[in-house]
């Protein structure tokens, strides 16, 4: 029986919409330099919406994954990251669409960062430190390079790691937050030594650098104000990630947004003083002083997802459970649960969250399971119906060593740990 679930064809059935409104987890949102349009990456793809929102344009098409978008200074060109040709590369594109012009051709993996100027992109890579680099070599530990956008070799930046660059209106002086060992940027409430904090770095004449930030957690992503004398930054020195305002020469911050379940990604600014970022999955617009508002999207878009997902599987199923009538097998693969039939090569896929799911069990007319899942931080039992895919929490029906409704005598014992 074993080998007979292993061996099968697992078709996992997808839903997709042609039109999609407030669509979830847009990323990389910028905002353009004058403030009325805000590129973004969904689903490996580039789009740009007007920032009052309204229906998004899909810039990039190609089956590769494009993404990290980042605006020329006047506001006419987009330059983004592609795998396109294998590894992550740097294109740019102008702000309707069209064909994109390659610009970076190394092997590794480039990632832009910031038009230096109107001719220039600093991205970063992992190419070759400088020889006076004293900090460890390891391929965390990016340099900063610039390319010309009419073609070029590229030059060397900075051997030292600058992230989230945000260049002032002259082009004389520049914002970075810096990486002093490796964490996962996702990580929230992180304090240690390593947490990013902001620097300013002066390029007139030989490079000054001044430290602007000092709260023992992360502070990171700093873009210009208008007046190029204040900055505003993400930070979670009030608990999650917000945005605060700073001035250069000050050592004082003022919180902007106050959110307070989920953190703030991904900031830019415009020159009008309208802030964007994401939250939640969601794109945000907010002005100091205003209320966030969110920025309400529709997608219209080609279908890219497969109805029927084919694989094989003759791995990795943890666990099994024979329906009733013996018709369907029940399974656990990477923690979460499938059905397949044992008469028909299709496989539905029951649950699919980043929670584990195991100890699984048909009910007596076969038509739901019954499982274990570690979801809120707790082992707790629920029931999915096989043909709603309805889920409801059964934990507190239980009793050890009382027979359930369903006629089970449940004894969770994998569960008490």
């Known amino acids: 029986m074993k080998r007979q679930l292993l061996g099968v064809a697992a078709i996992l059935l997808s839903i997709s919409t042609y039109a999609q409104d407030n669509p979830l987890w847009m990323r990389y949102c910028a905002i353009s330099p004058d403030g009325t349009t805000i590129a973004f990456t969904y689903k490996g793809d580039i789009y740009t919406v007007p920032s009052t929102g309204g229906r998004a344009s899909q810039i990039t098409t190609n089956p590769a994954h494009d993404t990290k978008p980042i605006w020329s200074p006047d506001g006419k060109k987009i330059a983004f990251a592609s795998d396109r040709m294998g590894?992550?590369?740097?294109?740019?594109?102008?702000?309707?669409?069209?064909?994109?012009?390659?610009?970076?051709?190394?092997?590794?993996?480039?990632?832009?960062?910031?038009?230096k100027d109107a001719g220039h992109i600093l991205f970063l890579a992992n190419i070759m430190p400088t020889a006076e680099d004293a900090q460890f070599p390891s391929g965390q530990f990016q340099q900063v390079y610039e390319v010309n956008t009419e073609g070029g070799r590229p030059v060397l930046f900075s051997s030292m790691p600058m992230e989230d660059i945000s260049i002032n209106h002259t082009g004389n002086t520049l914002l970075y937050h810096d990486k002093k060992g490796y964490e996962d940027p996702w990580r929230k409430h992180h304090t240690s030594s390593i947490t990013?904090?902001?620097?300013?770095?002066?390029?007139?004449?030989?490079?000054?650098?001044?430290?602007?930030?000092?709260?023992?957690?992360?502070d990171r992503t700093p873009v210009w104000a208008s007046d190029d004398k204040s900055f505003y930054y993400l930070s979670e020195e009030k608990g999650s990630f917000n945005i605060f305002k700073r001035d250069i020469d000050g050592n004082t911050s003022k919180q902007i947004t106050n959110h307070t379940k989920h953190p703030v990604r991904f900031l830019s600014a415009a020159s009008n003083g309208t802030l964007c970022y994401g939250y939640d999955g969601e794109i945000y617009t907010v002005k100091e002083g205003a209320i966030p508002q969110k920025v309400q999207i529709s997608i219209?878009?080609?279908?890219?997802?497969?109805?029927?997902?084919?694989?094989?599987?003759?791995?990795?199923?943890?666990?099994?459970s024979l329906s009733p009538d013996a018709k369907e097998i029940a399974f656990v693969l990477r923690g979460d649960v499938y059905v397949t039939s044992t008469e028909y090569s299709t496989?539905?896929?029951?649950?699919?969250?980043?929670?584990?799911?195991?100890?699984?069990?048909?009910?007596?007319?076969?038509?739901?399971i019954v499982y274990a899942s570690e979801r809120n931080g707790l082992w707790q039992i629920y029931q999915t119906s096989l043909k709603r895919k309805k889920t409801v929490r059964l934990r507190n029906r239980y009793q050890r060593g009382k027979t359930d409704q369903f006629g089970y005598h449940f004894i969770p014992t994998s569960i008490q740990s």
């Open 347 to 368: 496989t539905k896929q029951i649950t699919n969250t980043p929670q584990q799911e195991r100890d699984i069990h048909f009910s007596p007319d076969g038509r739901s």
């Open 87 to 115: 590894s992550m590369d740097i294109f740019e594109v102008n702000k309707e669409g069209g064909i994109p012009k390659r610009l970076t051709t190394h092997s590794g993996n480039e990632t832009p960062v910031a038009y």
């Open 196 to 218: 990013r904090d902001i620097w300013l770095c002066s390029l007139n004449g030989n490079r000054t650098f001044r430290k602007q930030t000092a709260f023992n957690g992360e």
């Open 300 to 320: 219209v878009t080609d279908k890219n997802d497969k109805d029927l997902i084919r694989q094989i599987k003759r791995s990795g199923a943890t666990e099994i």
